[in-house]
């Protein structure tokens, strides 16, 4: 069941999004640099983190996208580090995927972040002046120039994405290159991924390749693979863009349920109207309660 | 919900998953004197005429004039702020509230006028029961906003916080009346204070018990300072209120201002708490654990089922 309203007429396009299979990035950050050159985006100095390679930490309203890079260990004796060893050289000979490297137990996980373009966004819904808008890709954008710096997206979003560009007041994240896509080209991330990794194309389409992959990677042993916002019967109606994991989503800083606020408007809706009603009853009950 | 602790084995560095707002204390302050305003309209149309009417119309005027700026101020470009008019959006209680506000504050303008000056008689029949209506949601749509985000403290409170926003709001109403009324006027004021401390008392009580370990937030921190503090100031201004407020008026303006204050106090602590769960991945990431522990189990048990069967 969908519940996506089409309302481009004849100017309607296929939905349009992003792969992004974390199984083959290299954590080289080129998307990160092609975004910002391509969108024009101020710079946002972290320091050295020390988070392992990743100095970016998080998106935000001056980072579009965001490599994660995480160390995980694993326990094994020599002996074992040999078998595996083995093993994974075979996975790796056949399937491409490479994890932990060398038998020394190692395994680094890197995942390039984005706004996931919600089929049922939250921050759309929230949104008072309707600067956040649903493109004819069904991608989701800010209009710069209507947008008041409000601040509702904010903690509206269920992955934290957006956020309030400091010096000027309003709110940015990622169009998925819409001026881009409007000259029918590649969203300069997409272009710039060196292992396509981040794949950019029609929704049906990336899906059917993700399936492929997922089913390969999981015959090859990767156990916690898992597609993340693929589904249509999640809580966010399925993303534009959506990830092959390796592990699970809060590993990679991910919610592991995102939920569409707007989901539970109702009873929201329903509790402040009832509430109001009893402020009428109780201020009536005090004004003509002593007076009997 | 004793699904927190689940979540807090696996993050990235710690790293928050959802963003903390970027709303300053104008916006806490706005929830205060707006559902102050929007109660105070109500009192004031019910106590027809006589001075608690006039005083009640006089609060929610101000309250109506306070909150426009507080919320302009809170912009990110505060000179955009008719962009706020562009649409309306239920899905938006931001949207709803501001059209809401709008309305409040014009039928308001009109209903004290008639109130203070007795002339326009025309004018004040439609404005006062509009702003006394306006003025219900006007208290309780602000739980219906922060509800209404990804924040687990205030999403998973959306039946309660509606509920404690009124209940201030009845407190505020009735803490302005009882301050600026004198005693032998002011005992619809007096009863509103009673009512709305043991309401919104409750109301955060149970809100809490709902909430569960997903509720720490409300506790700990400048929230739990802020809380504790409305807590002692309601309980001890409702019962001197309740106890001398008719007698005395030193008495009533004491303990009608610790009340204010209080209810200011809880605008304070529900406010922090939402930055609080935000900036820790336990609270989100915990119950999304629980909520697909259970869908996985279920699916689980539908499988067993339909092998059994076979």
């Known amino acids: 069941m969908t519940f996506t309203v089409r309302t481009y007429g004849p100017d309607d396009t296929p939905r349009k999004g992003f792969f992004t299979d974390t199984s083959i990035c290299i954590g080289c950050k080129a998307c990160e640099v092609a975004c910002k050159e391509w969108n024009q985006i101020p710079q946002s100095m972290r320091g050295f983190t020390g988070k392992s390679y990743d100095n970016t930490v998080d998106l935000g309203a001056n980072t579009w996208r965001h490599v994660a890079f995480i160390e995980q260990r694993k326990e094994m004796t020599f002996a074992d580090g040999l078998v595996e060893h083995a093993a994974l050289e075979q996975i790796a000979a056949d399937t491409g995927l490479q994890t932990y490297q060398e038998g020394d137990g190692l395994r680094w996980l890197m995942a390039s972040d984005v706004c996931k373009h919600c089929t049922h966004a939250a921050c759309l819904d929230v949104c008072p002046t309707g600067a956040l808008f649903r493109t004819e890709f069904d991608t989701v954008v800010v209009q710069e120039d209507i947008c008041n710096g409000c601040g509702y997206c904010i903690p509206a979003c269920p992955f934290g994405v957006l956020d309030q560009r400091q010096d000027d007041g309003r709110v940015w994240k990622c169009t998925l290159c819409y001026d881009r896509l409007k000259d029918d080209l590649t969203p300069a991330c997409a272009q710039a991924c060196p292992t396509q990794s981040i794949q950019f194309g029609e929704l049906g389409d990336l899906r059917n390749r993700a399936e492929q992959r997922l089913a390969q990677l999981t015959e090859a042993g990767a156990e916690k693979a898992q597609l993340y916002l693929a589904d249509e019967d999640d809580g966010v109606g399925g993303a534009h863009a959506f990830f092959l994991l390796l592990d699970e989503p809060e590993v990679y800083g991910l919610p592991p349920d995102p939920v569409d606020a707007t989901r539970n408007l109702a009873t929201t809706w329903t509790s402040a109207a009832v509430a109001a009603v009893g402020l009428g009853v109780a201020l009536a009950a005090a004004v003509f309660g002593g007076r009997r | 919900m004793s699904s927190v602790a689940d979540g807090a084995g696996d993050s990235y560095y710690g790293q928050p998953i959802i963003k903390q707002p970027v709303w300053t204390p104008e916006i806490p302050a706005y929830f205060f004197f707006g559902g102050l305003a929007g109660a105070s309209a109500g009192l004031a149309y019910l106590s027809g005429e006589g001075p608690l009417a006039r005083r009640a119309w006089a609060t929610a005027l101000a309250g109506a004039g306070v909150s426009a700026p507080l919320l302009i101020a809170d912009l990110g470009v505060p000179s955009r702020f008719l962009h706020m008019l562009r649409?309306?959006?239920?899905?938006?209680?931001?949207?709803?509230?501001?059209?809401?506000?709008?309305?409040?504050?014009?039928?308001?303008?009109?209903?004290?006028?008639?109130?203070?000056?007795?002339?326009?008689?025309?004018?004040?029949?439609?404005?006062?029961?509009?702003?006394?209506?306006?003025?219900?949601?006007?208290?309780?749509?602000?739980?219906?906003?922060?509800?209404?985000?990804?924040?687990?403290?205030?999403?998973?409170?959306?039946?309660?916080?509606?509920?404690?926003?009124?209940?201030?709001?009845?407190?505020?109403?009735?803490?302005?009346?009882?301050?600026?009324?004198?005693?032998?006027?002011?005992?619809?004021?007096?009863?509103?204070?009673?009512?709305?401390?043991?309401?919104?008392?409750?109301?955060?009580?149970?809100?809490?018990?709902?909430?569960?370990?997903?509720?720490?937030?409300?506790?700990?921190?400048?929230?739990?300072?802020?809380?504790?503090?409305?807590?002692?100031?309601?309980?001890?201004?409702?019962?001197?209120?309740?106890?001398?407020?008719?007698?005395?008026?030193?008495?009533?303006?004491?303990?009608?201002?610790?009340?204010?204050?209080?209810?200011?106090?809880?605008?304070?602590?529900?406010?922090?708490a939402g930055f609080q769960s935000a900036a820790d991945p336990k609270y989100v990431v915990g119950p999304q654990r629980a909520r697909l522990a259970v869908r996985r189990s279920a699916a689980a048990q539908a499988a067993a089922g339909r092998r059994s069967s076979a």
């Open chain 2, 87 to 272: 649409m309306v959006k239920v899905t938006s209680p931001m949207s709803v509230g501001t059209w809401i506000l709008t309305g409040f504050a014009a039928a308001t303008t009109g209903a004290t006028a008639h109130a203070l000056t007795g002339r326009m008689p025309r004018t004040g029949a439609v404005c006062r029961p509009a702003a006394a209506l306006l003025g219900l949601p006007l208290s309780t749509y602000t739980g219906a906003l922060i509800a209404q985000t990804s924040v687990p403290v205030w999403h998973e409170a959306r039946r309660h916080l509606p509920v404690v926003f009124a209940a201030g709001a009845a407190l505020s109403a009735g803490g302005a009346a009882t301050v600026l009324t004198a005693p032998e006027h002011a005992a619809a004021a007096r009863r509103l204070v009673v009512m709305g401390a043991v309401a919104e008392l409750c109301a955060v009580l149970a809100m809490e018990q709902h909430l569960g370990e997903l509720g720490e937030p409300y506790g700990v921190g400048a929230a739990g300072t802020f809380k504790r503090a409305a807590d002692v100031l309601v309980t001890a201004g409702a019962v001197t209120v309740a106890a001398w407020g008719r007698r005395s008026r030193g008495a009533a303006i004491a303990g009608a201002g610790a009340v204010l204050a209080g209810a200011a106090c809880e605008r304070f602590s529900i406010f922090r």
